[in-house]
Structure formats: structure tokens, C-alpha cells
């Protein structure tokens, strides 16, 4: 029965002093200071790489505003929010990784792997906090293989996945402070 009672005055505690604090920790690893930071913006990003999907650079920019709507209590504002996101979207490159052998030696070996590779820079302004303010290059690859599926069959999926990791690195990198 002590023991009951200790982990629910533990518990209690540990409420009353996380509620206490001016910044908020939360489930996804922010520390936003809610009673400074109420607002962010996002520009539309651009597509500087001269290749991807038509609409490769509208995807990313709502892509990264739905992740910060999610994963913060900011609320999503046209222009001049507290924090501010801009960029662009600065490389999209197809690599070969790996050569497999045609088996004839009268025609030249063929990629095994194919890495797609997307670069995004992105301008983060931190109007409460000059000093996190930041430009940064984000990347990232997925690999596919051109022997069973080719670009059109999976670019799109690979684009979204790229996404999805850099958002969670520009997430990390702006608002989770690791």
C-alpha cells in the first residue's frame, strides 16, 4: 500500500512540475516555449535541382507544414511567423551503385542499383531566439533496382519517403534541439 502511494505522489510531482515550466516537452521531443513561439510559416519551396515530378516542390512544402502541424501546438500562418521556413529543393540525382555483370563481354555491365538522392536547403528564421536561427542542407537517398521496377514505377514513393526523413531531420534540427 506504501509503495501505492509513493508512485502516485511521484507521479503527481512529476505532473506539477513539467505543467509548472514555461517550455513544454512533448511526446514528439520539442522543446517549444509556447508562451513565445504561437506561430510558424512556411514559403513555398522551389525546385533549384532541374529534375523530379512536376509537382516535386509543392509536395515537400505541404508536406513539411502537416509535419509541423502534428507534431507542435504552432499554429500554420501565411507569412511572418514566429518561426519561418523557406528554401529549396537543390538536387535530385539518379546514381548508378552497384554494376552487375551482363554475362556477356560484348555488352557493357548494367546497374544493379540505382540511388535516388534529393538535397534540400532550408532558410529557418527563429524570430524568439535569433541564435537558432539557421541555413542547412538536408539530404537523403533510397535505393531501387532498375532490373525489376523502373524510376516512373517508384519515383513517387521514393520522393516520399526521401521527405519523410529529411521533414523529420529539419524537425529535429529546429525545434527538438539534439
Request: aromatic residues 14%; proline residues 2%.
Amino acid at each position: 500500500m506504501k509503495l501505492n502511494r509513493f508512485f502516485a505522489l511521484f507521479a503527481g510531482l512529476s505532473l506539477f512540475l513539467f505543467q509548472s515550466c514555461s517550455v513544454k516537452y512533448s511526446f514528439t521531443g520539442t522543446n517549444i516555449n509556447y508562451e513565445l513561439v504561437k506561430t510558424f510559416s512556411v514559403e513555398n519551396f522551389f525546385n533549384d535541382s532541374g529534375g523530379g515530378p512536376a509537382n516535386m516542390e509543392q509536395r515537400f512544402t505541404e508536406a513539411i507544414k502537416e509535419y509541423y502541424q502534428r507534431n507542435t501546438q504552432l499554429e500554420l500562418v501565411r507569412n511572418n511567423g514566429d518561426l519561418q521556413f523557406s528554401g529549396a529543393i537543390s538536387r535530385y540525382s539518379l546514381t548508378p551503385q552497384a554494376a552487375v555483370s551482363s554475362g556477356d563481354s560484348n555488352l557493357p555491365d548494367r546497374a544493379g542499383q540505382m540511388r535516388l538522392t534529393i538535397v534540400v536547403d532550408v532558410d529557418y528564421i527563429n524570430l524568439s531566439n535569433e541564435e537558432e536561427s539557421k541555413k542547412q542542407t538536408f539530404s537523403f537517398f533510397k535505393d531501387y533496382d532498375p532490373r525489376t521496377v523502373t524510376l516512373l514505377d517508384v519515383e513517387n514513393q521514393l520522393v516520399e519517403e526521401i521527405f519523410e526523413v529529411i521533414i523529420q531531420d529539419i524537425f529535429t534540427a529546429t525545434v527538438a534541439n539534439w
